[in-house]
């Protein structure tokens, strides 16, 4: 990933390894802003601020190889992967605060980067900490480590649920809006009947005004069409009247034909043409008369039912269309509300039976997480063993939540009465035992700070086989930690790195021993301007010096140095151990070699 104008960052280059990368650096050098950048390629809410001083904008830049899932979202926005398959991420904010988001070469909103990001990056903050002390995130990572042992019956709960809330609040309205709803029927039921009395007919209002028109202009219309037709062919007396159209025609058409003249012999065949044409408007003219109708009576009929038609449209509709919409929308609401006994009592019958497969649906996916909780439970524990924390124990706690009295999630499970909500009928909690006799606590009551961060660490542990992010970054999650709980905080992350990408912020000289690569996040001076950050790898000698100023400001004296390659030879010999133990397939653990290049991973 590339990184220009953010923060303190001008401009830096970040070569990230597929497994273990550390990022170190003296406080206050911009460490953060490398996993704000990630933030930002993940769509992240952008933030003016975090444009550098002096800068027009900050740009982050990142290279993801990209799996079937990343591609699918690509050519969904008409994005273009490179010839390598690497899908190429940028997102720029200005000064003012506004962001641009570009993915394969097109503009695309930040969300797409978010739905990208939602498949292969997952960054993990101190403030996830927090997050896993509230239920429902707790409930989340016990559900996520589960897969779709959980995840299939709770799609068949869900979709349950939503028809048994239906039923129940159908009946319930039903019931106590008995009268109104009565009222209301009376009235759907009298517009049917007044609609039916009348029985109106599809498009009958435009044809009846038609048919009106025609009818009340009788005289005038057969007076227009008769002298029409006269002047075309004639009347009864010839004598009396002017010369019609077909006998000038064909006047013309003689004096053409005798004339012996070529150019005007092909005269004649046009006006054999018009000849044609007037005998047939004749014909029409004639067709129309016959049709014409006059009559009084019929007029009045005609105007009769338009004034039926009218007395519907002003209660129900505009048009007569409109009507029969009205009517056919009376019909399905009445059948919704039927209050008799019989129908209130099958609306029962149906909420009382979706009730039951609702309640067998929630025994399932509480036995689903029941046996997860264990696993996760019993994987977390032994990781905290690990974790300078031998005798800890973390329980996954699986517990069913009460149903207020009358509450309408009230849902009857076995003999008890539990809150049916959206993610079943279980209450989820992380609880701490940090020595053994001692009693279980809430992990936000019984741990401390230090302890939090080991905790949700040995989670991550655990869930590396069940997770399918394929990138992790940790930002300082390991504050509050020294000593032998730092050395395996540093040997978790490494091992984690054999299933994921792994990118670990961190003050922790323990942790950074074990990277696969060092990246230094140090300040320069350019000049007489401002110091600025950069991000430089560093070499072996360099990575030593850095460790020894991160063991004790040690890093220029041989005491310094040689504590620090005394740590990365620790490091080097517990990644080595743990490589032949995976080789020789310990379960729980995967290799390198069997889990490399089968993920996407930002390079």
């Given amino acids: 990933m590339r990184i220009r104008g953010l923060g303190v960052i001008d401009d830096a280059t970040l070569e990230l390894d597929a497994g273990l990368t550390v990022l170190t650096g003296e406080t206050g050098a911009g460490k953060t802003m490398v996993v704000t950048g990630l933030t930002l390629l993940g769509g992240g809410r952008a933030e003016a601020s975090r444009v550098a001083d002096g800068a027009r904008r900050a740009v982050v830049e990142g290279r993801f190889t990209a799996d079937a899932a990343a591609l699918a ?3 969904e926005v008409g994005a273009e992967a490179d010839d390598d398959g690497a899908l190429i991420a940028v997102r720029t904010v200005g000064t003012d605060g506004r962001s641009r988001a570009h993915l394969g070469g097109r503009a695309v909103p930040a969300g797409v980067l978010a739905r990208l990001a939602d498949s292969a990056l997952a960054v993990h903050g101190q403030d996830d900490q927090l997050r896993l002390l509230r239920p429902a995130e707790q409930r989340a990572l016990l559900d996520r480590f589960a897969g779709d042992t959980v995840g299939v019956p709770l799609l068949r709960y869900r979709a349950v649920r939503s028809e048994w809330q239906a039923a129940a609040a159908e009946l319930v309205e039903r019931r106590d809006g008995a009268r109104r709803l009565a009222q209301e029927a009376d009235m759907l039921r009298h517009g049917l009947t007044e609609i039916e009395a009348v029985d109106p007919q599809p498009g009958e209002d435009r044809e009846l005004t038609a048919q009106a028109r025609r009818l009340a202009a009788a005289d005038d219309l057969r007076e227009a069409a008769g002298s029409a037709r006269v002047a075309i062919v004639g009347g009864d007396a010839m004598d009396d009247v002017a010369p019609a ?11 053409l034909a005798a004339s012996g003249d070529g150019a005007l012999a ?7 043409e018009v000849l044609a044409q007037l005998d047939d408007v004749a014909g029409e003219l004639t067709i129309y008369l016959d049709r014409l109708d006059a009559d009084p009576e019929r007029l009045a009929h005609v105007l009769g039912r338009q004034a039926e038609l009218k007395a519907l449209t ?4 505009a048009d007569v269309d409109g009507v029969l919409a009205w009517a056919q929308q009376a019909r399905t609401r009445l059948e919704h509300l039927d209050t008799s006994d019989d129908a209130l009592a099958a609306l029962a019958a149906r909420r009382d039976a979706l009730a039951a497969e609702l309640a067998a649906h929630a025994a399932t996916v509480t036995r689903a997480r029941t046996s997860a909780a264990e696993r996760l439970a019993d994987g977390a524990t032994a990781e905290l063993g ?3 924390m031998p005798d800890a124990r973390l329980l996954v706690a699986v517990t069913p939540r009460p149903a207020v009295p009358g509450a309408p999630d009230a849902l009857t499970v076995g003999d008890a009465s539990l809150a049916a909500g959206a993610d079943g009928v279980d209450e989820v909690e992380l609880r701490l035992a940090a020595h053994p006799g001692a009693t279980p606590q809430p992990v936000h009551k019984g741990a401390s700070g230090g302890e939090r961060s080991r905790v949700m660490l040995a989670l991550e542990v655990a869930l590396a086989g069940a997770d399918p992010v394929p990138t992790m970054v940790f930002d300082e999650v390991d504050s509050g930690v020294g000593g032998r709980a730092a050395v395996e905080i540093g040997r978790r992350l490494a091992r984690l790195a054999a299933r994921h990408q792994v990118v670990v912020v961190t003050h922790l000289p323990q942790v950074a021993a074990y990277a696969d690569r060092h990246l230094l ?3 320069a001076r350019a000049g007489d301007g401002p110091a600025r950050s950069r991000v430089r790898a560093l070499d072996e000698g360099e990575r ?3 460790l020894a100023r991160m063991l004790a400001g040690l890093d220029e004296t041989d005491t310094g140095r040689a504590h620090a390659e005394e740590l990365l030879a620790a490091a080097r010999a517990h990644r080595e151990a743990d490589r032949r133990s995976d080789d020789r397939g310990t379960p729980g653990r995967a290799s390198r070699r069997s889990s490399r290049g089968s993920a996407p991973l930002p390079a």
Wanted: charged content about 30%; glycine content about 12%; hydrophobic content about 50%.
């Fill in 544 to 546: 030593v010096g850095e």
């Fill in 245 to 255: 159209a077909v006998a000038l025609v064909g006047e013309a058409r003689h004096r």
């Fill in 314 to 317: 002003r209660k129900y509709a």
């Fill in 73 to 75: 979202i690509a050519d």
């Fill in 386 to 388: 690990g974790l300078a």
């Fill in 521 to 523: 996040v140090d300040r």
């Fill in 266 to 272: 092909a005269l004649d065949t046009v006006l054999g």
